[in-house]
């Protein structure tokens, strides 16, 4: 009865090829987001959907394709890896848009991305 | 632009008292949150903050002072199983988390 699972956990892929994870949330809630958080533990926002909405798409190469095909899911598919995109994807999700009172954030697992 | 400023690192001993202090520049401030990852784990929320004052949960307590653009993290009673990164987070007017870089906290025996 995970609340938000991601697929896969790790990752290691070759540059140049295309990969997605996947995000599933059970906790029904309207909001799913990416972050992205490198080597130094910096958790920066990528993208969020409020059912099925895009919302918030940060400054992110468009090699970053997000897509939600219900209020419970969320992908993320990446075109033509780079050294630079490793790192560990976390999906998350929360109650209610954003700008509201704060909801609080639930965060999958991760997936940790290693591109060699 | 939105940032946030904690402490890198902080070491202590179990059983004692830590407080990892948060300051921010935000446009438009929707409440302070925290948030606790352990190594190879998710972030976790802890509390929120809309208001002034102190929010008390268990041996954790968090503090803001909006008018300072400061607020802190208060464990207590100190447990090994403490030792993990700190997060505080602000939320803008365009509706995302803004993260701080995170306080690595080291609980020592």
């Known amino acids: 009865d995970t609340a938000v699972s991601q697929t896969p956990k790790y990752l290691v892929t070759q540059m140049g090829n295309d990969k997605s994870i996947k995000c599933e949330q059970n906790?029904?809630?309207?909001?799913m987001y990416w972050y992205k958080q490198d080597s130094k533990k910096f958790l920066k926002i990528m993208f969020s959907?409020?059912?099925?909405?895009?919302?918030i798409n940060e400054t992110v190469p468009n090699r970053f394709s997000p897509k939600s095909p219900d209020k419970a899911h969320l992908n993320l598919h990446i075109n033509s890896l780079e050294l630079g995109d490793s790192a560990v994807y976390f999906c998350?999700?929360?109650?209610?848009?954003?700008?509201?009172?704060?909801?609080?954030?639930?965060f999958g697992p991760g997936t940790r991305l290693t591109v060699t | 632009g939105q940032s946030l400023e904690q402490p890198s690192e902080v070491t202590a001993v179990e059983g004692a008292i830590v407080q990892i202090n948060c300051t921010y520049q935000?446009?438009?401030?929707?409440?302070l949150s925290w948030y606790q990852q352990h190594d190879g784990g998710a972030p976790t929320f802890l509390s929120y903050?809309?208001?002034?004052g102190l929010e008390e949960t268990g041996r954790f307590s968090s503090f803001l002072s909006r008018s300072d653009s400061y607020g802190y993290l208060l464990l207590q009673e100190l447990q090994m199983k403490d030792s993990a990164s700190y997060f505080c987070?602000?939320?803008?007017?365009?509706?995302?988390?803004?993260f701080g870089q995170g306080t690595e906290l080291s609980v020592k025996p």
């Open positions: 987070a602000v939320r803008d007017e365009g509706g995302k988390l803004i």
């Open positions: 903050n809309a208001l002034d």
């Open positions: 906790l029904g809630h309207d909001t």
């Open positions: 959907y409020n059912n099925k909405e895009l919302i």
């Open positions: 998350a999700s929360s109650r209610g848009l954003a700008g509201g009172p704060s909801y609080e954030q639930y």
């Open positions: 935000t446009s438009g401030f929707y409440g």
